[in-house]
């Protein structure tokens, strides 16, 4: 069954760094996600990225952080000067196409943690 | 009003129990609505879609009550296998294809 990778599994970091987390999503999808979950608190949206831009991003998503598909399979979420309060599990997702039938798959997720 | 939310629990049965969850919604555009399994640091892993009244797959079956904007899970003859925290989602209405999760609902389930 095809799924979506995500690395590393885990990313310890000192804060003020950057970091990049990867994700391939399934090959034939086209709309990609990422979110970000606090321990212990509920999944949040971060940003839809579409056709090479991004359609949607919350209000976490500031300056500091920026998405880019640099080929035709990974899909990256950059952090350029990582905070204590940005320790999360990042999750990138994919669906194959816009329709509300159409179901967002999940990676493993990456647990960065900052210090 | 949260857009989703959902009591956190913890709820706590016995095997072969039924329990049923809510969950209920601010945003009457939403046409989508699922529910994910999520096991303790793992993602979300897709349980079931609801998109009209209801749907049923097993043990499962979800309901969505757009009048009253609540979506339920019904889960029969529950398994130790079936701990987990439930989560709710429905997409926004920017047609993004965003997900609006609630805060989850913890399930043990007790020999």
């Known amino acids: 069954e095809p799924e979506v990778t995500q690395t590393p599994s885990h990313q310890v970091t000192q804060m003020g760094q950057e970091v990049i987390l990867r994700c391939v999503p399934i090959s034939n999808h086209l709309y990609f996600y990422w979110y970000r979950q606090i321990l212990g608190q509920k999944v949040e949206f971060l940003v839809s990225?579409?056709?090479?831009?991004?359609?949607?991003k919350s209000e976490i998503f500031d300056d500091q952080f920026s998405v880019e598909r640099p080929d035709g399979s990974n899909f990256t979420l950059k952090i350029r000067s990582t905070k204590l309060e940005d320790s999360a599990m990042y999750f990138c997702a994919s669906r194959v196409g816009s329709s509300g039938k159409n179901i967002q798959y999940f990676g493993a997720g990456t647990r960065l943690s900052v210090l | 009003r949260k857009e989703v939310e959902q009591d956190p629990g913890p709820f706590n049965v016995p095997e072969g129990a039924t329990v049923a969850f809510n969950c209920t919604y601010s945003n009457s555009a939403s046409q989508s609505f699922f529910w994910y399994r999520q096991d303790c640091r793992k993602e979300p892993k897709l349980l079931m879609s609801?998109?009209?009244s209801g749907n049923e797959d097993g043990r499962f079956t979800a309901q969505l009550n757009r009048a009253s904007q609540y979506i339920s899970l019904l889960i029969r003859d529950s398994k130790l296998s079936d701990s987990a925290t439930y989560l709710c989602a429905g997409y926004g209405s920017s047609n993004t294809g965003k997900l609006i999760f609630g805060q989850g609902t913890t399930l043990q389930v007790k020999p």
């Open positions: 990225f579409y056709n090479n831009e991004i359609s949607e």
């Open positions: 609801v998109y009209s």
